[in-house]
T-cell receptor, first 117, second 114 residues
Framework: EAGVTQFPSHSVIEKGQTVTLRCDPI?????LYWYRRVMGKEIKFLLH????????ESGMPNNRFLAERTGGTYSTLKVQPAELEDSGVYFC???????????????FGPGTRLLVL | GNSVTQMEGPVTLSEEAFLTINCTYT??????LFWYVQYPGEGLQLLLK?????DKGSNKGFEATYRKETTSFHLEKGSVQVSDSAVYFC?????????????FGSGTRLQVQP
């Protein structure tokens, strides 16, 4: 079974440009999460999809970030326009939906390393 | 809000040494606790987890016990190997409170020397 995949693995852009990151979750996983790790600090939550719906977007830093999950399969995270402080590693994770009181394991992708110059 | 604090690295050990990486947490509910590991050039992998007090998670020789009274989940291994060199992240979630997203610590880099 294929794991979580992310594309691209690396991206180098200039300040003000637009970048779109893609995440393909494990097939059948309803939950999809985006996280990022900036400047070697802690990994921080960005948002959570359940199928195509945004369940929790409390971690999105500002309106320059737009996440979509059309059709409830893969997801994209667009940064427009990118700023220097957006540099970091963006992780995607997915998990199956086992009900509200059961713990499910989140499976992470390898991450996209974004550098904004 | 929820938070996780773990010891800063890097931690440098010789092969076969005993490892402890401290992790403490603050949570408003009754969280589940996790250790994730990131090997060089790879993504995050779940190492072990515990979902209730006094549970012990274990995997690959690593262990951590959920201590509610001290709000801790310290990671231990009796004899580390060079292949254990990686970054270790302590994390929590609180699905019973509707919070499935993981809250991570800042990560601890472990370097094991032969």
């Amino acid at each position: 079974e294929a794991g979580v995949t992310q594309f691209p693995s690396h991206s180098v852009i200039e300040k003000g440009q637009t970048v779109t990151l893609r995440c393909d979750p494990i097939s059948g996983h309803d939950n999809l999460y985006w996280y990022r790790r900036v400047m070697g600090k802690e990994i921080k939550f960005l948002l959570h999809f359940v199928k195509e719906s945004k369940q929790d977007e409390s971690g999105m830093p500002n309106n320059r970030f737009l996440a979509e999950r059309t059709g409830g399969t893969y997801s994209t995270l667009k940064v427009q326009p990118a700023e220097l402080e957006d540099s970091g590693v963006y992780f995607c994770a997915s998990s199956p939906n086992l009900g509200t009181l059961r713990e499910e394991t989140q499976y992470f992708g390898p991450g996209t390393r974004l550098l904004v110059l | 809000g929820n938070s996780v604090t773990q010891m800063e690295g890097p931690v440098t050990l010789s092969e076969e040494a005993f490892l402890t990486i401290n992790c403490t947490y603050t949570a408003t509910g009754y969280p589940s606790l996790f250790w994730y590991v990131q090997y060089p050039g790879e993504g995050l992998q779940l190492l072990l987890k515990a979902t209730k007090a006094d549970d012990k998670g274990s995997n690959k020789g690593f262990e951590a016990t959920y201590r509610k009274e001290t709000t801790s989940f310290h990671l231990e291994k009796g004899s580390v190997q060079v292949s254990d060199s990686a970054v270790y992240f302590c994390a929590l979630s609180d699905p019973r409170a509707g919070r499935r997203a993981l809250t991570f610590g800042s990560g601890t880099r472990l370097q094991v020397q032969p």
